[in-house]
């Protein structure tokens, strides 16, 4: 899909990273029509120009920092650091349910990372990958993968609830719980 986004680009002298491109086509969750309205809209709000920064900020995605705090903390077993972006996600009035979904995204790449993927292959800038590779140095793979697995089968209980916000802090700090459990 960012390879058919990348296609409609040069063919309309769109100026995009491969970066913003793949999280286009993220944010349209596979369907080209979505994505290509997507990308529509942010050529014309940018001018022919799309910054990775701007994709980020019009797609509704979070800094970055927040989830490698937030990743860093669920594998280290730390649970104060997790509240802390709880409480973010809360006074910011972001959408409990979305941040999830970001941050699976977000740890996704970061397995992909650690299974010595490229750093071209993911959907974060250079610098943040490599601060990413730092943070998952003293954890394996097979860390990351467990961590990964449970949220992905609390997904599910996060997307339905009605207190998403409750339903996110309770499966990141039972996330955080594993590490002290594999010891």
């Known amino acids: 899909l960012a390879q058919h986004l990348r296609t ?7 100026e995009v990273s491969d970066v913003a491109l793949r999280l286009i086509a993220r944010a349209g969750e596979g369907s080209v029509r979505d994505s290509v309205a997507l990308l529509d809209q942010m ?6 120009r799309i910054s990775d920064d ?5 797609l509704g ?12 903390a669920i594998l280290a077993g730390e649970h104060a650091p997790i509240l802390e972006v709880v409480a973010e996600i809360e006074s910011s009035g972001w959408d409990p349910h979305n941040v999830y979904s970001q941050f699976l995204g977000f740890s996704r790449d970061a ?3 650690i299974l010595g993927a490229s750093v071209e292959s993911v959907e974060l ?3 943040e990958c490599r601060t990413l590779q730092e943070i998952l140095k003293p954890y394996g793979y097979e860390a990351l993968l467990q961590v990964i697995q449970l949220l992905i089968s609390s997904e599910g209980m996060v997307r339905r609830s009605e207190m998403g916000l409750l339903a996110l802090e309770i499966a990141w700090l039972r996330a955080a719980e594993l590490p002290k459990v594999q010891k």
């Open 61 to 72: 995605g979070l800094d970055s920092a927040i989830f490698q705090k937030l990743l860093s």
């Open 43 to 48: 050529a014309t709000f940018g001018s022919g």
């Open 8 to 14: 409609i680009c040069d063919a309309e002298s769109i």
């Open 54 to 58: 701007d994709a980020k900020r019009l």
């Open 125 to 127: 800038p250079e610098e």
């Open 111 to 113: 397995l992909h990372l």
